[in-house]
Every structure is written in structure tokens, then in C-alpha cells.
């Protein structure tokens, strides 16, 4: 293998390809597009298109694509060749400006949330040159914008490139406001860690539940789950490790910054984080990370699971957002530094945050919310879905003393002494990591830790830049026409964590006394995806998203529509899939053991009346009851899917129904299906077991 200093973004037409393979001039155009904002020249764009194209093609490329983020949830993708006829029967390998800015798909089979006609089909990608286009598979892909003919967003790209800006322009104005007039511009940077299971291939093709659902819908627990803690951090095994190794290889040709991988929790379940970038570029490489992973288990004889809950009694999978703020003068603004307490500039963007936060706390519940997510979110192995801060002791201490008007001291860094010889001393960390907060400061950024592991984190960080740009505005406004700046910014910050300081919580979120202590303190707590959905339209979240120009208010409609309707169809599935299970595999079973049962009692009686059949005649009584029960139970189930025709005229209805009824039966028929795998040979039992599947790696 190639050295990985050479290896790394071999496959990406980065920086350093661009100043090797283009003009000076055309290069500084293109730097100033993607570091101001400036728009793009189309003769530069054609020199730039020529430029990728040959280098595309050597690297084995035949064909292009604009590679965009629609509102599926997954990234979608139409691949056009480079030939072109040269009029004597052959053809020349081409690829113009105009095909790099601009791309046609077809809109109409995306989800448009009621924004247009089905027959309204012309949809267009745009080129984003902030994010590099890179080689994958024989295609060039060249990350794009999606909007409509008319102008509406249909993707995520956009509006968070959008709400990048919004926090940019009012974090500058705040830094020149306190005297950092060389600060031109702010990036937002994250960095997302990655859950996921592997499991046997041979498995997965005999569980359509995981095939059609991403998780098991039916499954007992096997007799070891998780209880030892022996996976977490434990040696990676073989089979795993080549994985990895090979993923690692993948993701850094295509410049991903691929850092650290280990066993998580649960049997089976493993972890990738890579170092932070540019949240716009972070999420691009996420959702890029998300397919090479999938692909990179097909190699190796097994299937990447990246459903929140793919199996029931075990942790199910999360994403953990690191979010921060950095100048273009390469000053972090969530580094406290030494003195926090004389940091008045930090202390001024955390007051931000912490309003924008507690204010908008609905926005980011909603930015979590999935039908997979909604397994974990206050489950003890995610945060609860009552949105709170963690600032640890330090800072939590800091924030009380400015609240309360008292002297605060510092601890300072505390020496840890390890009371063996050969061990090191060393410096103990301002705070401890509270794992049970969703939004907990970890040192220089906070950890949004509520995502779920499939969701794509534009959503998160969008509500993330224009809260934060909001209350960031309305600081400017504040403290624009102030006599005396420093007191004015001093009185700002207690005010502020004054008046939201009900949104920090520094202790137990997974303790039952939080749930009261929320209430009391007014935090929501939205416990699936319709009750948090049903906020996103309050008339304070439209505003905030209309006035800061990241959605129009028919585009805040589409996405509302859009998630309620994806939330029911995916019960609906989950559902029929259950249905097909029950029928088809799991009722023959269970009837031939019973079966089977039978025959061995009479072949026992006819032998000898001596001879006893107690084992096979409760087995039998048990099974029957429970059979009965199941086929009760599974016909309930199809009559709820057909009822819930009635409340599809309302988004908001017919989801709330697929939860709290639909979502309700299938739970009542799991279990009773669950308790009939623990009593039938397993000869019979259709499907492969828990034990197998998460052991069998």
C-alpha cells in the first residue's frame, strides 16, 4: 500500500491539484469564490471543468455526476459520460463549464413536500466549489446544490450553506464590534462520529425485516448481550479489523480524515470519528463516509447497519455532532483559554448560545427526529429528548459567579497523581464528559449528542448556525450604540445567562428526578417525531428561518410535510413487513413444531402409557395459546394499516396515528412472537437468532 501521505485525497481534486493543473489567474478566481463568496466566472468555470475532466480521466473516470443531497435522507446521484461524437464515427472525451455549474435531473420522484405539481419535473444542481469534487468508482462526483425550476430548495446542501453565511456575517460583525477588525470571515467546523453494527451477509439475506427495514422487527435476546461492558474498547477482531483497514484506506484517497476506530457497546457495534472540517465539507464526507461503508463490508462478506435501534435490548447507534466557531485569523471562539472569566469575547458567544439553546430547544429536538431515533432518545443509551447544556464545573461555576454577582476563583489545572512510579503525572481537564447530555461543552466545542446514526447531519447544524446567528444579531443591535462597550457587553452576558439559565443542567440526564426538574423549568420534553414535528411550524421558528433567508415559508411547510409523511410511510412498511414475517415464516413454524410436538406425545402413548409426555403436552399448550395470540395480534396489526387510510388527509394525524396506534400493536405482536422463538427448536425458527447475528462476525 502507497504511503499514506501520498494516499490521502489522492482521489480528490484538492487545493493541491488545483494549483498544479490551473492557470494562476483561473485559480485565484476559483480561491476567491470559495473563501469569499465572490461568484463564478463561466470562462473560469470552463477552464476549471477542462482542468478536472483530464485529470478525471486519468484517474480512470468515464463519466460525471452532480452528486446532491435531496430530502430522502440519502444522496442521490445521475452519471453522464465525457464522450462526445466528433462527426467520423468517433468521439472525444469533453466536459465544459456549463456541465460542471449546472446539472438537470429530473425533480419530480424527489420529495417536494407539496411545493410543486408531480408533472412540474425540471429540477437543477448547481456546483458548490467549497466542497472539492473527487473520483470514486470510474465517476467524477462533483458535490451540488438541488433546487426547482422555480426556485425552491429541495435539498439540504443548500440551506446549510445558507445558515454558514447567516453565522459569518453576524459573528464578524459582533468580533469588529470588539475590535477584531482583521476577522473578514467565521467558519462553523464539526466533526461527526459514526456508529454502526456489522453483521454476516449470509445473515442479513435471511432477515427481511433488516433488509426492507434496516432493523429486526422480531428477535428474542440472546443469552449475552452487553451486560459486561466486554466489547467496548475490546481487541477488534479479525474479520473486523480488515474492514477497517480497508475503510481507513478508502476514505483518506477520498481526503476524509478518517482518525479513530474501536469497538462500541454493544456486540457487533464499532465507531469511526474523524478530525473536524468546514460543517459544509464535514457533511459531505459524512454522507460519503456512510456509502464507503457500506460498500467496504460487501468486500468483506458482511453488511454495514446504520439504523438507529437494529436490535432491540442492546445500544443502538448515534452520531455524536462536535460543533465549533473559527475565524479566518484561525482563532477558535469556543477556546476559553487560561483565564475564562477575562475571556469576555468567549463569554459573549457562549451567552449566545445558551440563549439560542434554551430558545430554541424545539428546533433541535426536531433535528434529531426520526422513526429509528425515536428507539434511543431517552432510552439510557442516547441523551433524554429533553433538550440541556452541560458547562462543567469550571465553566458551570464561571456562568453561576457572573449570574449571582460573586468573586469566582479558578481551580486551575489539578495534578493527577497516579500513585505508581513509572506512570507519568498529569494535568486533569477543566471539566469532566457528562455522556448523558445532549449538549455538552467538551473543552473548545460542544457535543450535540442526540443525532441519530443514519441521519444526515446538515439538519442539526442548519438550526445550529441560524439560532446562534439570531441571538448573535440581536447582541450587535444591542450593544452597536453603546457608550461604554465593556460594560454594556459585561451586563449583556449576566442578563443573558440570567434570564436562560434554566437550559444548564450539569448533572444526570438518564435520572427519573430530571424528567420533574425539566418540567419545572419549563424544557420540553417531545418524545417522538410527531409531537416534535408539530413545533417546527410555531410562528417563532418560521420567522427565524424567513428573516434570516435560510427557508421561505412554503419551503418550512414542504419540510414539515415531508418528515411526518416519511415517519408513516416507514411504520407502514415496518408493519407490512411484520405481517409478511408473521404469515408466511413464522406461523408455518411454529404450527409444524407444534405439529411435530403432537406426533412425538401419540408415538410416546402408543408405545406406553408409562412413558411420560408432560415436556411435549405444556410445550404444546404454551406454543398453541401464544399461536393463537399471534395470529390475533397479526391480524389486528393488518386491520390498523388499513384504517390508516382515514387520517392521511393531515401529515400531522396520519403520523401520530402510525405511533401511538399502528406503532403500539406491532410492539404487543413483537413481543408475543419473541416469547414463541425462546420455546421452538431453533431447527424450526425461521430466521437467524440474535446470538448469531451479533456473534457471528
Not at 453488511?303 to 438507529?308: A, F, G, M, P, R
Not at 444579531?473 to 436562560?500: G, N
Not at 414475517?581 to 408405545?607: F, G, N, Q
Amino acid at each position: 500500500m502507497a504511503k499514506v501521505p501520498e494516499l490521502f485525497g489522492s482521489m480528490v481534486f484538492n487545493e493541491q491539484t488545483m494549483q498544479e493543473r490551473l492557470p494562476k489567474a483561473t485559480y485565484k478566481a476559483l480561491q476567491k469564490t470559495i473563501q469569499n463568496g465572490e461568484p463564478l466566472d463561466l470562462s473560469v468555470a470552463n477552464v476549471v471543468a477542462n482542468a478536472m475532466k483530464d485529470w478525471a480521466v486519468e484517474k480512470g473516470c468515464t463519466h460525471y455526476t452532480h452528486w446532491f443531497q435531496p430530502m430522502t435522507g440519502v444522496t442521490a446521484e445521475k452519471h453522464d459520460s465525457f464522450i462526445s461524437p466528433n462527426g467520423d464515427g468517433q468521439v472525444i472525451m469533453e466536459f465544459s463549464g456549463k456541465e460542471l455549474v449546472k446539472g438537470e435531473p429530473d425533480a419530480s420522484s424527489f420529495p417536494s413536500g407539496g411545493i410543486r405539481a408531480t408533472f412540474e419535473a425540471r429540477g437543477y444542481t448547481t456546483w458548490d466549489p467549497t466542497s472539492y469534487a473527487f473520483a470514486k468508482d470510474g465517476t467524477l462526483y462533483i458535490p451540488t446544490a438541488f433546487c426547482s425550476y422555480t426556485g425552491e430548495v429541495l435539498d439540504k446542501k443548500t440551506p446549510l450553506l445558507r445558515s454558514m453565511e447567516r453565522i459569518s456575517t453576524e459573528a464578524v460583525k459582533i468580533l469588529q464590534l470588539l475590535g477584531n477588525k482583521d476577522v473578514t470571515r467565521v467558519t462553523t467546523t464539526v466533526g461527526p462520529e459514526q456508529e454502526y453494527f456489522l453483521i454476516d451477509k449470509d445473515m442479513y439475506d435471511l432477515r427481511e425485516d433488516i433488509i426492507y427495514t434496516g432493523r429486526t422487527l422480531f428477535g428474542a435476546k440472546a443469552p449475552k448481550g452487553q451486560e459486561l461492558d466486554d466489547h467496548y474498547f475490546g481487541s477488534i477482531k479479525t474479520r473486523v479489523a480488515a474492514f477497517m483497514r480497508d475503510l481507513d484506506t478508502e476514505l483518506w484517497k477520498l481526503g476524509i480524515f478518517a482518525k479513530t476506530k474501536h469497538n462500541e457497546v454493544a456486540p457487533s457495534q464499532h465507531e469511526l470519528a474523524p478530525i473536524f472540517s468546514t460543517t459544509n465539507i464535514a457533511t459531505d464526507h459524512n454522507e460519503l463516509t456512510m456509502e464507503v461503508m457500506k460498500k467496504t463490508a460487501e468486500k468483506h462478506g458482511l453488511v454495514c447497519l446504520l439504523h438507529e435501534k437494529p436490535f432491540a435490548g442492546v445500544n443502538g447507534s448515534g452520531k455524536h455532532n462536535n460543533w465549533s466557531i473559527s475565524t479566518n485569523t484561525g482563532k477558535n471562539l469556543l477556546d476559553p483559554g487560561k483565564e475564562p472569566e477575562k475571556n469576555t469575547q468567549f463569554l459573549l458567544f457562549l451567552a449566545a448560545i445558551v440563549k439560542a439553546v434554551h430558545e430554541y430547544q424545539d428546533l433541535l429536538r426536531i433535528s434529531v427526529a426520526s422513526a429509528g431515533n425515536d428507539h434511543r432518545l431517552g432510552a439510557n443509551e442516547a441523551p433524554p429528548a429533553i433538550i440541556s447544556m452541560y458547562l462543567g464545573d469550571e465553566l458551570g461555576a464561571l456562568v453561576d459567579a457572573i449570574i449571582n454577582d460573586k468573586e469566582y476563583v479558578s481551580k486551575g489545572k489539578v495534578k493527577m497523581e497516579t500513585g505508581v512510579d513509572v506512570l507519568p503525572d498529569f494535568k486533569k481537564d477543566n471539566s469532566d464528559r457528562n455522556r448523558t447530555s445532549p449538549f455538552a461543552f467538551t473543552g473548545n466545542k460542544f457535543e450535540f449528542r442526540a443525532l441519530g446514526s443514519s441521519l444526515n447531519i446538515a439538519c442539526p447544524n442548519i438550526m445550529l448556525n441560524t439560532m446562534v446567528a439570531e441571538e448573535l444579531s440581536e447582541f450587535y443591535d444591542e450593544l452597536k450604540d453603546s457608550d461604554d462597550l465593556e460594560s454594556s457587553v459585561k451586563a449583556l452576558i449576566k442578563k443573558t445567562f440570567t434570564e436562560h439559565q434554566n437550559i444548564i443542567f450539569n448533572g444526570n440526564n438518564y435520572a427519573e428526578e430530571w424528567v420533574a426538574e425539566a418540567e419545572k423549568r419549563g424544557l420540553l420534553n417531545l418524545k417522538s417525531l410527531p409531537e416534535a414535528m408539530a413545533h417546527y411550524i410555531d410562528k417563532k421558528n418560521i420567522d427565524l428561518f424567513v428573516k434570516n433567508k435560510i427557508y421561505s415559508k412554503d419551503e418550512i411547510q414542504a419540510r414539515y410535510e415531508i418528515e411526518l409523511e416519511n415517519y408513516a410511510k416507514e411504520i407502514n412498511i415496518e408493519a407490512l413487513t411484520m405481517i409478511d414475517m408473521a404469515k408466511k415464516k413464522i406461523i408455518p413454524a411454529v404450527s409444524a413444531y407444534v405439529r411435530e410436538l403432537t406426533d412425538t406425545a401419540l408415538a410416546k402413548k402408543a408405545l406406553s402409557a408409562e412413558i411420560p409426555t408432560s415436556v411435549e403436552e405444556e410445550l404444546i399448550t404454551s406454543l398453541s395459546n401464544k399461536l393463537v395470540c399471534f395470529s390475533k395480534k397479526t391480524t389486528e396489526l393488518e386491520d390498523a394499516v388499513i384504517k390508516a387510510d382515514e387520517y392521511s388527509k393531515d401529515n400531522l394525524t396520519y403520523a401520530t396515528y402510525f405511533r401511538e396506534t399502528v406503532f403500539a400493536i406491532m410492539q404487543e405482536l413483537r413481543a408475543v412472537g419473541d416469547s414463541m422463538e425462546t420455546e421452538t427448536s431453533a431447527e424450526y425458527w425461521p430466521y437467524p437468532s440474535y446470538g448469531e447475528m451479533l456473534f457471528g462476525v
